[in-house]
C-alpha cells in the first residue's frame, strides 16, 4: 500500500476532477490517499462519492496556486498552498508521491527548492519532465518542457533518468535512447544535439543515434531525448495535429449523408483512436531528478486521467526511481 | 509569361514527376520551362508527353546531386550539376525561377554561395526556407530547417521576408506576425524568443505576440517565425502525427465490417482532408534572402507537387518578392 498525496486543488475545474480521481485510486489500488487543500470543499465532494472501506484523510491547505500566478510568486509568495503542503508530505517522508494537476511552473518550482520541496538528487545537474507519448508503441519523451535551455550534460542525464526510468517502470530492458533531431545523419541538427551526440555516444547508455518526430512516434527509440523547449513543441504540436484532424473529419462528414453514415459507422474505430491518443490516459508529466515523486497531470484532467497519473505515481515509488536515479546519475553521470 | 528553371534530376524518382510537372505547368501557366539536367533522359520522358504548343527547352547538365550527397562536397565538387546549371540560368537573368525537388542542403548552398549562386541580398543575414503550412487557413513557417542554430536578429528578419511574402503573394494587408513558443505569455519560451520579442516589439512589423503550435495551425497568425531546428521539428511532427492517424483509422476500420463499410462511405471526405494536408498541395519550401528566386519541393514530390512548387515559384517572380526583401530589410532592418 502506497501513500499519494494528491493536490484536491490542482485542476482548471477543482475540486471535483482531482476528488473523484483519488477515490477511483484508492478503490483501484487500494492506496492511501491524503487530499490536499480546502478541507470544505473537500469534502463537499467527497460526499458526493461512495468512499466506504477507502483510506482518504483530507489534509489542510489554505491557499491555492492559479494557472495565472507567476511560479516565481508562488513558490515563496504562497507557502501555505496545497502543492506546498503536499510536496511536504513526500519532503517528511509521510507520503511516497505527489500529484497535482495545477500549473506546472509552480509545481516544478516547488518540488525543486532545497527546504521548501524536495531539491535536486545529488549529481543531477536539471530535473526534467518526462512525458510517455501517447501512440502505440508508448516511447519517452524527456524534456518536455521543464528546461527551455539546455546544455549538452544536462542531454545526457535526461538520457539516463528516461533510460532508469524506461527500464525500472516500463520494464524495458537496456533502453533505446536517441537524441530527437531534424535528421537521422549525425551532421544534421542544432549545436546542442551535435554537442549531446558524443556524450550520448560515450556513455554507458544504448545510445541508437538521432531520429526523426515520425521514427519516434513510431518507437524507433525507447526514449527521445531533447531539450525542454523542442520537446513541448513537439508534444504540442502533435496534440494540435490530431485534434485539427478530428474536426477535420467531423466537418467533412457533415457534408454528405453517406459521409454522416460512415462516420456513425466508424464511431467506436474512431474512439479507440482517440482513447489511444488521450494524453489523459498515459497519465502525467514525470518529473525527474529530485528527491521524491512528483506527477504533474495537464489541468483540463477530468477524474480518470487524475486516476491515471496517481497510478504513474505510484508505480514511480514502488520501483524506486529515485533510487535509481541517485545511483545511476552518481556513476553514468560522473564518469 | 515567365521563365522557370526546373532541376530535371531533382525528385527521389526523377526525371519522370519533374518532367511531369513541368510539362503541366508549361501548359496551366504559359510559362517558358527550362528542363536542366540528363539530356537524354529528360527526352525520354518528354516523349511521353504531349508538348504541342508549350515553351520547353533541355538545358544540358552532366552531373546530378543524390539525396546521399554531403551539401559542403557538392557545392564546389559537382560544379556541372543540375542544380548549378539551374541556379546559374537565374543569376544570368535566363531565368526568372529555380525549382527543384532534390537535395534541400545543397540546393540552399549552392543558391547561397556568391559567384557559383546567388548570394544573399544585402543586409539578410540569413536566408531562411519559408513553407505554407498545410492547415486550412494556410499559415506561413519560417525558418523551417535552413537555420538550425540561430540568433534574435536573424529571427526578425524571418519575420520581415515571412511578412513581405505573405503581403506579396498571398495579398494579406499588414500580415501579423508572431513567435512561435512554449506558450503566449512573455515569459514562456527559450531564451532565443524571449530575446526575439523586443525586437520584434520594436519593429514596423504588425507582431502579435507568441503563439503555441494549435493557434498557429488554427491561423491565429498569418507568420509563424521561429528558428530551423524548431520548424523542422514542427512540420515534421505535423505531419508524422497527420499519417499516424490516417494509419491507425485505416488500421481501426479493418477491425469490424461495419468500420469498413463505414470508411468507404467516408472515403471521399478522408481524400478531402488528406488532399488539404498534403504538404504536395501548398508546393515547396521558398528560399528566402537570396538575390533569385528558388523553391525546394519534396524529394518525394510526385508531377503535381512538382507543378505546384513551379506556380509558387512563378507567383514570387511575378509579385518581386526578392526586390521587396531588398526594399524591406534595408529599412526595417537597420532602424
Same mark, same amino acid.
Given at each position: 500500500m502506497m501513500r499519494i498525496a494528491v493536490?484536491?486543488?490542482?485542476?482548471?475545474?477543482?475540486p471535483g476532477p482531482d476528488v473523484a480521481g483519488a477515490v477511483m485510486a484508492a478503490r483501484e489500488f487500494g492506496d492511501k490517499i491524503y487530499l490536499v487543500g480546502d478541507g470544505a470543499s473537500i469534502e463537499a465532494e467527497l460526499?458526493?462519492?461512495?468512499?466506504?472501506?477507502l483510506s482518504l484523510e483530507i489534509v489542510q491547505a489554505a491557499e491555492v496556486v492559479t494557472m495565472r500566478d507567476k511560479p516565481a510568486d508562488v513558490?515563496?509568495?504562497?507557502?501555505?498552498?496545497s502543492m506546498h503542503v503536499g510536496v511536504g508530505l513526500v519532503r517528511e517522508g509521510e507520503a511516497d508521491a505527489f500529484v497535482t494537476a495545477g500549473n506546472t511552473g509552480a509545481a516544478l518550482g516547488i518540488a525543486m527548492l532545497r527546504g521548501v520541496g524536495l531539491g535536486?538528487?545529488? +549529481? !543531477?545537474?536539471r530535473p526534467a519532465l518526462g512525458v510517455v507519448f501517447p501512440?502505440? &508503441?508508448r516511447p519517452f519523451l524527456i524534456d518536455?518542457?521543464?528546461?527551455t535551455d539546455c546544455k549538452a550534460e544536462y542531454l545526457r542525464q535526461f538520457g539516463v533518468m528516461g533510460s532508469l526510468y524506461v527500464e525500472r517502470?516500463? +520494464? !524495458?530492458?537496456r533502453p533505446r535512447v536517441a537524441l530527437i533531431s531534424?535528421?537521422? &545523419?549525425?551532421?544534421?541538427?542544432n549545436l546542442l544535439v551535435k554537442e549531446a551526440i558524443s556524450l550520448l555516444a560515450n556513455s554507458d547508455l544504448n545510445y541508437i543515434g538521432n531520429i526523426e518526430p515520425k521514427e519516434f512516434m513510431q518507437g524507433a527509440a525507447d526514449v527521445g531525448v531533447t531539450d525542454g523547449f523542442t520537446g513541448n513543441v513537439l508534444m504540442k504540436t502533435a496534440e494540435a495535429t490530431a485534434k485539427y484532424m478530428s474536426e477535420a473529419i467531423r466537418s467533412e462528414a457533415k457534408k454528405s449523408p453517406f459521409a454522416l453514415l460512415g462516420g456513425l459507422l466508424m464511431r467506436p474505430a474512431f474512439k479507440r483512436i482517440r482513447r489511444q491518443l488521450d494524453p489523459n490516459e498515459v497519465g502525467g508529466a514525470l518529473l525527474l531528478g529530485v528527491n521524491g515523486v512528483v506527477v504533474i497531470a495537464h489541468g483540463r484532467s477530468n477524474a480518470y486521467a487524475i486516476k491515471q497519473a496517481i497510478g504513474q505515481a505510484r508505480s514511480l515509488a514502488e520501483k524506486d526511481v529515485v533510487g535509481a536515479i541517485r545511483g545511476g546519475i552518481s556513476v553514468i553521470g560522473e564518469r
Open positions: 493536490d484536491a486543488m490542482g485542476s482548471d475545474s477543482h460526499a458526493k462519492e461512495n468512499t466506504a472501506g513558490v515563496k509568495g504562497k507557502p501555505g498552498s535536486r538528487i545529488p +549529481g !543531477v545537474k501512440t502505440k &508503441e518536455n518542457g521543464a528546461n517502470v516500463l +520494464g !524495458v530492458e531534424t535528421g537521422e &545523419e549525425e551532421g544534421k541538427g
